[in-house]
Each structure stands twice: as structure tokens, then as C-alpha cells.
């Protein structure tokens, strides 16, 4: 299959690259100046006529867009951004697919959900979006471009992305560890972490099929942060001592998150698919691969 992918050296799009390139043919859009891992095409994916003309001439069977503007609060204090980049070029995006029929693999957010009286399992494919910050709006307004446009996409919603390409929480927990400095965990905050080489995993299994239609995908299991720092303390065989134990509220930060966003993958589970492994198991992973564990 003829493969491409928007963001291709981001956190996902790397890993993703990697996975899908032993049995496709892979190429990428990104921004100017992005170190190129694979035959690469600088494009603004925010300007229409551009991403329109590029993706057309590749003619791809499938185009899958990670682009995103994932920093939550940044999300807040720029909504035109915010929107421009999560909804609109999904859009654009959309559009060139429809020219010859290629399929879409959109990448969503746990945040289109408010965290407000959620499932204790987490939330399914089936419970009714309610974002409560821009960033989880301009998210959820992506998916309705993609749904509305196309006939032959997958919508994918994952929670707290973390991968070879940037670690995000889990490295800054264990760089924080390693060095004895404190680190601010919210323990009201809970999702399910997920490993971008394991999504990419998933997806690949995914694409292989014409079962399209929203899917939630995530690494088993579901936690806070703070418990997730604790455990990271544990692989690392580290006293847990600078973790920090707050809540959101004492952390004060500009966008509002749902104090619960732990995703149910059911229509996964329905399709036959096994679920991912245990987030622990993951964060285990990755740790050794970056020789902290």
C-alpha cells in the first residue's frame, strides 16, 4: 500500500514510519527544515491549494494525518492556532483525499471527552464527545470534517502519547527522578498512557482492513499521573520522594482537562483485535530502551 504521512518525524509519525514501512511504501509531509527519516514533502498542511496539489500528485491509498497542535494550554491562548491546525488541516487534508478515493486515518484525543460523571471502565466509542478546552473542541471538530467529507476513514483516539521521539511526561518524571529534583505529578488527573510504538502497531493492523469508523486505541489499563510517576520510581529503583503529589487545581494551568479520560477500546475488542499490553509493561520498555530501568 502506497502510504502517507502528515508529521512523519513527529512523536507518532516516526513511529509510525517505522512500523509501516517493512511491508509499505512510505512517505511523509512536514514542516521546512524537518530532519527527513524518509522521502519527505515540505508542506504547509494549514494552506488548502498546497496540501491539496502535493497529496494529489503522490496519490497515496491511504493518508495518515498526525498533525496537530498537542500543547493543551497553548491550545487556550491561540484558538485561531489551535483550530488551524486541528481542524482545518484535517480539512484540507480530507479534501485531497476525496479526489481519488483514498481512505484517512485521522488522530484524535482522549480530551473530546469532559471527565463529568465518565464510566468507570472509560469512555467507549459510543458515549456522546463533551470537550471542556480548545484543544479538545478543535480535536473533536477535525473528526467531523473527516466524517463528513469522506466515506472511507478511521478515526483513531489515543490518550497520553509518549514514544521514542519525545517522552514527554514519562522522561520528564525520570529525568526528574535520576536527578533528585522535584516534579509535580497531578493525582486527579487520570487517563491511560500509551506507547506510540505500540499505537503504531495497532494502526498497522488497522489499515489492513475496510473496517472503518471510529476506533479508541490505547495501552491497557488506566492511571494518574502521580501513580504513574510512582511507578516509574519503582522501575527505576529510585525512592519516590521529589514526586510531588498535587491537583490540577493547585497546579493552575491555563486549559481545563478532564480529571478522567480513560478510554474504553470496545469497538477494538469487537473487531477480534487483542488489547495492547498493560501501560505499565510499556513504560517499562521504553525506560530500558533509554537505559533508565
Excluded at 481542524?87 to 483525499?97: D, H, I, P, S
Excluded at 471527565?115 to 469512555?123: F, S
Amino acid at each position: 500500500m502506497k502510504i502517507l504521512i502528515t508529521g512523519i518525524n513527529g512523536l507518532l509519525g516516526s513511529a509510525l514510519a517505522g512500523t509501516l514501512a517493512e511491508n509499505h511504501e512510505v512517505s511523509g509531509i512536514d514542516v521546512a527544515g524537518a530532519p527527513g527519516l524518509h522521502k519527505t514533502f515540505e508542506v504547509d498542511v494549514t494552506n488548502l491549494d498546497d496540501t491539496y496539489k502535493t497529496i494529489t500528485k503522490i496519490n497515496p491509498d491511504l493518508v495518515i494525518h498526525t498533525v496537530a497542535q498537542t500543547n493543551v494550554d497553548k491550545c487556550e491562548t491561540d484558538i485561531e492556532g489551535a483550530y488551524k491546525l486541528n481542524a482545518l488541516t484535517a480539512r484540507n487534508v480530507a479534501l485531497a483525499c476525496q479526489r481519488f478515493d483514498a481512505a484517512m486515518l485521522y488522530v484524535s484525543t482522549d480530551y473530546v471527552f469532559s471527565g463529568d460523571d465518565a464510566p468507570k471502565d472509560g469512555y467507549t466509542e459510543y458515549d456522546k464527545p463533551d470537550p471542556v478546552s480548545v484543544y479538545g473542541k478543535s480535536k473533536y471538530e477535525g473528526e467531523v470534517y473527516v466524517r463528513d467529507l469522506l466515506s472511507k476513514y478511521f478515526i483513531v483516539r489515543t490518550s497520553w502519547l509518549f514514544g521514542q521521539a519525545r517522552g514527554g511526561y514519562v522522561m520528564q518524571a525520570a529525568e526528574a527522578l535520576r536527578l533528585k529534583k522535584t516534579v509535580k505529578m497531578a493525582a486527579d488527573m487520570v487517563s491511560s498512557p500509551t506507547y506510540a510504538e505500540d499505537l503504531s502497531k495497532a494502526i498497522s493492523i488497522l489499515i489492513g482492513s475496510s473496517a472503518y469508523g471510529l476506533y479508541h486505541v490505547t495501552n491497557s489499563g488506566f492511571a494518574s499521573r502521580y501513580e504513574i510517576a510512582v511507578e516509574i520510581a519503582k522501575m527505576m529503583k529510585l525512592p519516590a520522594d521529589e514526586i510531588g503529589k498535587v491537583t490540577l487545581k493547585e497546579l493552575n494551568l491555563p486549559a481545563h482537562r478532564p480529571s478522567f479520560s480513560a478510554m474504553n477500546n470496545l469497538v477494538w475488542k469487537l473487531n477480534g483485535h487483542r488489547p495492547l499490553r498493560h501501560w505499565r509493561d510499556a513504560v517499562k520498555e521504553y525506560l530500558e530502551s533509554k537505559e533508565l530501568a
